[in-house]
Structures are given as C-alpha cells and as structure tokens.
C-alpha cells in the first residue's frame, strides 16, 4: 500500500522531506481522493425502501377497500393496522444469477405486515413490484403454516400504548393515596413512569403485562420504586382490560381493593416517599478534560459509500438496515472475489432474575419488538469519528407516515493503533519490515429503552471481517425488596441491578470459493466476554 500506510502523521513526512534527499518531493504532493472506485449500482437488489416505495405502499394498502385498514398513527387495538412495510428481499438464487450471470434483476417487492383489530388475526403480505402496478399476495400460509396468525402474537402499537397509558391513568385514580405518600405521585405534576418486562405470559395467548414503576427522572431505569401491577391488555377491546395482580413493597395483592383496604388499615409493610437526587443523570459531573486525539484522511478518504454500496481498498459490500433485525451487509467481496453473501444481525436477548415479578419473568427478544426502528442519529464526534462519512435510514414501522432517520449509520476508517504485522530481524539479515493497521468500520446504534447497542462490522486489511457489539446504556433494575439480593448488586439506595446474561444472533453466509465453501478453510472465532460492571460486555466474532 505504499507511501498510504507509512504518511499516518503528517510530522513524519514533514521530517522525512527535511531529513532525506533520496526520498521523493513528498511535501509538493497535493492530498487527493487516493482512491480509484467504480460503484455498481447492482447493490441496489438490497437497498431499503426509499420514502417513495414505502408511501406508494402505504397508499396502496390504504386504497385496498375490504380491508378496511385506518389511517391512524394512533389505531386502536380494535382497528386495522398497517404496523410495517420493509424490503422483501429477493431469493439468494435470483439475485446471483443478476450478479454473477447476467440474469434478470430480481422484482423489487416489499415485506407488509397488518395487525387486524377488527378481525382478531394478523397477516403477512408481498407487494410488488415496487417499479410497476402494485398487486398484494398473503404469505401468511407459506411462511407460518397458518391462514392467520393469533392477535396475541403482536408487539404492542404506539396505539395500544396510548389505550395502556389512558388505562393506567384509570388505575391510578384509584391509587392516589398510596402513590402519592409512598412514591411522591401528584396527579398531572409529578408522574410515575411505567416500565414493561416481558414475555407477556406465559403460554400462547396471554397478552399479560407486569409494569413497575420508575420515578420520573432522566435515566428512570435505575429509580425503581417498589410498584409492580399485572395488566391483562389481550382483549382487542381495552374497556375489558384489567390489573390481575399488585405487588407493593415485596407483597402481592389480588386486586386493587385488598390492596386499597391492607393499606388504609395499615395492615401492610409501607414505604415512605423520601427526595432523592438523580443518580442517573448523564450529565457530566466535572468539566471535561480536553480533546482527545483525532484521526484525519491527509490524502482524502480511501473508502466511498455511492447509494448502499461501500468500497474500500480491497473490499467492496451492500447494505441496509432492517427495521426488525437490525443492519446487514451482502455480497461482501474482497479483491473482488465474494467471501460472504450476507452478515447481519438477527437477534439480541436479555435474560433477567429477580424476586420481583417483571424482572423474574422478562426475557427481552429485542427484534419481537424491532432492533433497526431504534437506530437513531449518530453523534459526530462521540458515537462516530467526526470525520465518518453519515447515511440517513428511512423506515415505516408502527407509524403512518415514512420516517427518515438523519445521519443513522456512519463509516469511517480508523487506526486499529497495533501494527498489521511486523518483525524486527538482528539474527543474520538485519531489517524490520512493518504494515501500519488501519480498517473500515460499518456502524449503527441501537437504543431499545434501557440498552443501547453498539453495532460494528469491521473489515480489515488483512481479509478478515469483524462482526462486535458493545452494550451501554442504562442497566434494568428492580427495587431491593426482601431476597432480591440474590439476583443482583445493589446500584444505589432501594436499587437492584439484576442478574442477566445477554445474547447476541448474527448471521454469517459465508461463500469461499463458491457457495458451498467446501474446499475453504474458514476460521470463525467466537469470543464472548463476561461483564465486570454490568455495562460494558462486547461478543466478537470474526471470520
Ligand atoms: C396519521 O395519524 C395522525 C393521528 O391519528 C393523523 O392526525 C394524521 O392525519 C395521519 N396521517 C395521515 C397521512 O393520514
Ligand atoms: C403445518 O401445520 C399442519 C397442521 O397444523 C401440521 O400438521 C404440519 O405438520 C405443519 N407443517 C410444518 C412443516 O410445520
Ligand atoms: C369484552 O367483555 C364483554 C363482557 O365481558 C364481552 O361480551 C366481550 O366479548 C368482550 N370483548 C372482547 C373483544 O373481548
Ligand atoms: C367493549 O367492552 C365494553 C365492556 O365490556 C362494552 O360495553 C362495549 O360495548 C365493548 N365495545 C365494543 C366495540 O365491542
Ligand atoms: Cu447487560
């Protein structure tokens, strides 16, 4: 890579020039985009929908008459719902023989998914092509071995949360006493923030919810007040909806009237609403101790990103970003030949313990309720270089109108601040030879309430490809009640930070030396790390 891997620092040349008179005019060569790219645009097989595609899609459905499906951001569990439209992505088979054979472009469809308040059953739909006259056709059969699946079996809507938030403001008019002696609730002043665990059951069919209860500062998830409620939201009508269950301060209760009776008879253990300064702040408590080092492209970028597709040096790949699962890349080539044809995220999982019901309970499967809808803008700078190159994302899901996420995936180039490789000889030939390391980085963060995941696909020089997640953000807590030590470490007064393991799916298909990579040798590593503070965990893999 030549005069690229040894000009890292600009005082080096500048030294260089001073010092040597065998070396070339350095300083007299301008910077310049040092690399020569021809994008394809048969990248674009993978490419999400553009906001054009997903309106023209919505409009469609809307107009379907005998569906009946509202316009509503807000639809009511007993509407019908439009809850997503994604790419359909085309059969692997299709889309190579388009790549690598000359073969027709694989019709361009989208993924729609209908939650059917009106009829009990939700659906799963094809439309295309997106490029002609639309048409729909129900995968529902082909894809679940079932004509409709079971209303249950849906993640709640922003419409239902809006029916759950009037329900619960119902509950706590029932509540006011309590609430406000032992957790400071004023009505419509000072609020308690519900926070759900999940699954929502325990066999096919419940849809039952235990909510606890957090007080109503930034950084919520760690200011548990000891109020858990289990509310049963299966009917698709939330005038039956109920609270099945109370816990207060480690004790359970049947409904709201024994509760209501134990706790003006005085008859249970209270707990009595004391101020407290936020803990969980984010705000940095000293002044911030100056720039950190910062990496600049001296010569220009060596990477170029043209609609989904990236190049870079040797390597070449699509992307996109899933609204369910989360980003992916294809037909990842190095030195033009495919290594893989897909790398993506498919599944991060949090399992809890705990002696309160939500925590015991709740095993998150983040992409149930959608992991690429939560990547939000990334922070020039702090969640990226600044310096990275920025892709906004656009989305339809659980929504009534496309979405478009600025600046939500970035890339960049960065020092892997280790050599690629070098050997320092003094043993009969005197010499050192050395590469400097630097790799592209694919990125995108994810922010599903409490946990922010960091998601990175790393392509190195040397042929090797990284897929790592890191987690931040706010751990789930649960309150220090009787025994809940046992499930955790205590994270602040009344606060449990709870036991939990995460788990992170990706997907690799991997294509060495053709489809079947029987005569590869392919080393996937896996490695896993084990959480010292309950912050920070990253799982590797690379191949
Ligand atoms: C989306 O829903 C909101 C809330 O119901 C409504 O005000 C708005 O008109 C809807 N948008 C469209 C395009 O129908
Ligand atoms: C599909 O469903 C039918 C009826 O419920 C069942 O008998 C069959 O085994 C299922 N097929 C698969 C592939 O799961
Ligand atoms: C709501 O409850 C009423 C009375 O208990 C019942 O007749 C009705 O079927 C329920 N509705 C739904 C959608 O479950
Ligand atoms: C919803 O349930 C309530 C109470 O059971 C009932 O009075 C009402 O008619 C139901 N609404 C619909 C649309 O079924
Ligand atoms: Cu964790």
């Not at 249950?152 to 949360?161: D, H, M, Q």
């Not at 992307?319 to 790398?343: H, Q």
């Not at 994810?446 to 946990?451: C, E, L, S």
């Not at 990706?506 to 309950?534: E, M, W, Y």
Request: hydrophobic fraction near 35%; charge should be positive.
């Amino acid at each position: 890579h030549g005069l690229d891997e040894e000009s890292i620092l600009i005082i080096n040349i500048v030294l260089i020039c001073l010092n040597s008179n065998r070396l070339p005019k350095c300083m007299s060569q301008q910077p310049q985009e040092s690399l020569q790219v021809t994008h394809s645009d048969k990248s674009l097989v993978f490419a999400d929908l553009t906001a054009e595609e997903y309106k023209s899609v919505r409009d469609y459905m809307w107009a379907q008459k005998d569906l009946k499906i509202s316009h509503s951001l807000t639809a009511k569990s007993s509407e019908n719902f439009l809850f997503l439209i994604d790419l359909s992505l085309p059969r692997k088979a299709d889309v190579l023989r388009y790549l690598d054979s000359s073969g027709q472009k694989p019709a361009r469809e989208a993924s729609v998914v209908v939650f059917y308040g009106e009829r009990g059953y939700l659906k799963e739909y094809v439309v295309g092509p997106l490029s002609g006259q639309l048409q729909y056709r129900d995968v529902t059969q082909k894809k679940y071995n079932t004509s409709e699946l079971p209303f249950t079996a849906r993640t709640v809507t922003i419409g239902e949360y809006v029916q759950l938030f009037t329900f619960l403001s119902q509950v706590f008019q029932n509540l006011e006493k309590p609430l406000s002696e032992s957790f400071g609730y004023i009505p419509r002043k000072r609020k308690l923030l519900p926070f759900e665990g999940m699954p929502r059951g325990i066999k096919s069919g419940d849809r039952k919810t235990w909510i606890s209860f957090f007080r109503d500062f930034s950084g919520m998830y760690i200011h548990p007040v000891g109020f858990e409620i289990l509310v049963n939201h299966e009917s698709s009508n939330s005038s039956n909806w109920t609270v099945d269950r109370l816990l207060y301060n480690g004790q359970y209760f049947d409904t709201i009237d024994e509760f209501m009776a134990r706790y003006k008879a005085n008859n249970l253990k209270k707990i009595v609403y004391k101020e407290i300064p936020n803990h969980a702040s984010l705000k940095p408590r000293k002044k911030p101790s100056g720039l950190g080092p910062q990496q600049y492209y001296l010569q220009g970028k060596r990477y170029s990103v043209k609609n989904n597709q990236v190049i870079y040096l040797d390597w070449s790949f699509a992307f996109g970003l899933s609204s369910l699962t989360g980003m992916r890349v294809f037909d990842v080539r190095f030195k033009g030949e495919r290594i893989a044809y897909e790398l993506s995220v498919q599944e991060a999982m949090s399992v809890y313990g705990s002696v309160t019901p939500g925590m015991i309970l709740t095993k998150f499967l983040d992409s149930s309720i959608g992991i690429g809808r939560f990547a939000h803008e990334l922070v020039r700078g702090v969640d990226c270089p600044y310096a990275a190159t920025y892709v906004d994302t656009y989305r339809y899901i659980d929504t009534n109108v496309t979405q478009r996420f600025r600046n939500s995936i970035c890339v960049f180039e960065h020092d892997i601040g280790r050599p690629l490789r070098r050997h320092f000889s003094d043993f009969f030939h005197n010499g050192y030879g050395g590469m400097a390391n630097s790799a592209l980085v694919f990125r995108t963060i994810t922010a599903i309430g409490n946990y922010d995941y960091i998601w990175d696909f790393i392509f190195y020089q040397s042929g090797s490809v990284e897929a790592r997640v890191h987690a931040t953000g706010y751990i789930s807590s649960s309150f220090k009640d009787d025994g809940n030590l046992q499930y955790g470490h205590q994270v602040a007064e009344n606060v449990l930070g709870n036991i939990h393991t995460h788990f992170i799916n990706f997907k690799v298909d991997l294509d060495i030396l053709g489809k079947k990579n029987i005569r590869s040798l392919i080393k996937i590593h896996v490695a896993t790390c084990q959480p010292v503070a309950q912050l920070d965990c990253a799982i590797e893999k690379s191949q």
